[in-house]
């Protein structure tokens, strides 16, 4: 009994916080994407309409805007493991401790900057007049001006921390005599890699994606500040929240079922167990 | 590099200061003699006793200790004051039943009076509303249905053409360096990230494709609608970027992204440079204004009527008008000093024929609002939903 009483007070917080915040209001999201709003005045009744998916499948801008924003969300986090497996090798088994300590907070320095902050950084530095045109200007280089690939290299930006990290730490912990064990068998360098290092870091890589592509997958505010004429799924439900806010339910399911494909995909590879 | 950035951003951070909420904006255009069926809601007949406070949905800028605190002082009314983005969000807040009342811009006043959540204003209790509101202000259609009023005129501005004098050499006189395909400019135009901007492109049709019949850029057809969406799209190949944050606006002029397009005086003038000018082309612009409205369900009637004719004065009006950077309702401002008269002068505050040709926010609704009765025409929804087709 007394047992009962202490797991229920130490589960009371959690419970409360999931129930509460996160499943309530998940489930009154996917009510509200039922309702109907009134046209002229744009006030939301309660009701049961299916006109609000219609929609979505009707107007083609709903479908190339989500497979824009999932072309995004995906090369974010490619772009984002081609960066940090070279990094997360090199600071692991490569680098002094000194540098390693040095490279570690240079990884994380950015998170400890606001995230508006970051995005108007890459805004001043990808402008016409900008700091990349006018340093690699001289060299015949100019820059991509803001459209869907400076929206990739900020996103980039902002999210590699959270790739770089697990990456650093899954590498560091692979025992050494594994990478003495394949040289004494004859393996070079990018066989080991290839054959020893990426499938044990696997789960790493992937506990890393769910973040790099979940984050891209909902953000929009970089698409509003470096995106030029870009638009992404966040921006569609941005601009519909106050004035149709059951249309904008209803698309927002979208993103969540982009999520959910992704994480029953990689749970098939057994990957979140060992993460 | 680092310190290019920083000044950079601290630009920034000064301009979104500046401009916070700022991105409001709004208002309509007058049509005579035309009737729409909106909730009857009583007017107030006398002021009473003052209550102890007053709750304020405003545009930054609007509400501020400097001009409020004497409101307190003066009338015993508290003023709560809670800033909105846009007018979407003001419509949201006023439906909470919080508030006493708001700094309406036209294409939020409509679905306000239709939605049955601001009440008419008595403007016999609101003595400052004289004859030195500027006759461009009155009775406008976002603010005054069937004749009844239902706002007080806090100032307006238009949606001008800036351009930088150091790419774009001769000044503009149309539009059709924003719109068409062979631009000189193309790739470095920049235009307004919101469905009212629909009636910008109906604008330049108006003047370029008369065949269409577009006589007010808010009564679209299915068809005239389809038309401006087509402008839009073709435009949207030649855009370097649209903006709703004026922050934003600022840096991509600056940062040389962007040579010509949509802008506010008072966006110009913060850029703080003369090279950017700026110019209301031949086919006239868009345009919005604000008004004060009082919440159907105020608790405190008789404080929002006192605030309404307090800032009506002028030189609270003005205040208002040159801490947010817009043409005054009150025109006897301008005679107040020499600094007042300056700032009249450079946002056309008592030109009506500066005014007249730009059609102000309103919201659009299926009743025709230019008078025609054989057609349906396009609401607000069916603009923002042709709105999201522009971009993808």
């Not at chain 1, 990094?87 to 390693?100: C, N, Q, T, Y």
């Not at chain 2, 800033?83 to 306000?112: C, I, N």
């Not at chain 2, 351009?163 to 149309?174: G, H, I, L, Q, R």
């Not at chain 2, 679209?220 to 087509?230: F, N, P, S, T, W």
Request: with cysteine; charged share 15%.
């Amino acid at each position: 009994m007394n047992r009962r009483a202490q797991l229920s007070a130490l589960l009371a917080l959690p419970m409360l916080w999931l129930i509460g915040i996160y499943i309530f209001s998940l489930v009154m999201l996917l009510v509200t994407a039922f309702w109907v709003t009134d046209p002229f005045t744009s006030k939301v009744k309660p009701g049961f309409t299916l006109r609000n998916f219609e929609q979505i499948i009707a107007n083609p801008a709903y479908a190339t805007t989500s497979l824009r924003t999932l072309g995004i969300a995906l090369a974010v986090t490619v772009l984002s493991i081609l960066i940090s497996v070279p990094l997360g090798i090199f600071m692991a088994k490569v680098a002094s401790p000194k540098l390693r300590a040095i490279l570690a907070v240079a990884i994380t320095l950015p998170l400890w900057a606001g995230y508006l902050v970051k995005i108007l950084a890459m805004r001043i530095t990808f402008t016409e007049e900008g700091f990349f045109n006018s340093m690699l200007g001289p060299l015949g280089i100019s820059g991509p001006g803001f459209s869907i690939v400076t929206v990739v290299l900020t996103l980039t930006y902002l999210w590699l921390p959270y790739m770089a990290v697990p990456v650093y730490t899954a590498i560091r912990q692979l025992p050494p005599n594994l990478f003495d064990a394949s040289s004494d068998l004859g393996a070079g360098a990018g066989f080991t890699i290839r054959t020893v290092v990426l499938p044990l870091i696997k789960p790493a890589i992937i506990a890393g994606s769910i973040f790099t592509f979940s984050l891209s997958l909902g953000d929009y505010i970089a698409a509003k500040f470096v995106g030029g004429s870009t638009q992404m799924i966040g921006s569609i439900i941005a601009s519909n929240i106050n004035l149709n806010p059951p249309i904008a339910a209803a698309f927002s399911l979208v993103p969540i079922a982009f999520v959910v494909i992704y994480l029953l995909s990689v749970q098939r590879t057994g990957a979140l167990e060992r993460m | 590099m680092r310190s290019k950035i920083m000044t950079g951003a601290a630009f920034i951070a000064v301009a979104a200061l500046a401009l916070t909420g700022c991105s409001a904006a709004t208002d309509s255009t007058a049509t005579g003699g035309l009737s729409i069926d909106v909730p009857d809601i009583p007017m107030l007949e006398e002021l009473g006793e003052m209550e102890s406070e007053v709750n304020i949905v405003a545009w930054s800028g609007f509400v501020e200790p400097a001009w409020s605190d004497a409101f307190t002082e003066e009338t015993g009314c508290t003023v709560n004051r809670r800033v909105a983005g846009t007018s979407d969000e003001m419509v949201q807040l006023m439906r909470t039943g919080d508030y006493d009342l708001v700094s309406a811009s036209g294409d939020a006043s409509l679905r306000l009076i239709a939605g049955g959540d601001v009440q008419p204003i008595n403007l016999d209790l609101v003595p400052n509303f004289g004859d030195d509101i500027v006759e461009g202000m009155k009775g406008q259609i976002y603010d005054t249905i069937n004749g009844q009023s239902y706002g007080v005129p806090i100032g307006r501005g238009a949606n001008i053409l800036q351009y930088n004098s150091d790419v774009v050499t001769e000044e503009p006189t149309s539009w059709d360096v924003a719109w068409e395909l062979d631009s000189p400019y193309a790739g470095e135009i920049i235009a307004y990230d919101a469905p009212i901007y629909i009636a910008d492109a109906a604008v330049y049709l108006m003047a370029h494709e008369p065949d269409l019949g577009i006589t007010n850029p808010y009564a679209l057809d299915q068809e005239q609608l389809d038309a401006a969406i087509d402008l839009l799209k073709q435009q949207n190949t030649i855009v370097s970027e649209y903006w709703a944050d004026p922050a934003a606006q600022i840096t991509s002029f600056a940062g040389g992204t962007t040579s010509l397009g949509t802008s506010w005086e008072i966006l110009r003038k913060l850029t703080d440079d003369d090279k950017f000018k700026s110019v209301l082309p031949e086919e006239g612009s868009t345009g919005w204004s604000d008004a004060w409205m009082i919440a159907t369900e105020s608790e405190s009637p008789n404080c929002a009527y006192a605030w309404v004719d307090y800032t009506s004065s002028a030189e609270v009006n003005g205040a208002i008008a040159t801490n947010f950077g817009m043409a005054p309702a009150n025109a006897a401002f301008c005679d107040t000093s020499d600094e007042a008269a300056a700032h009249c002068e450079y946002f056309n505050a008592t030109d009506e024929e500066y005014f007249s040709n730009v059609w102000f926010w309103t919201t659009p609704i299926e009743q025709c609002i230019d008078g025609r009765t054989d057609v349906t025409c396009t609401n607000f929804q069916q603009w923002t939903d042709a709105w999201l087709s522009v971009k993808s």
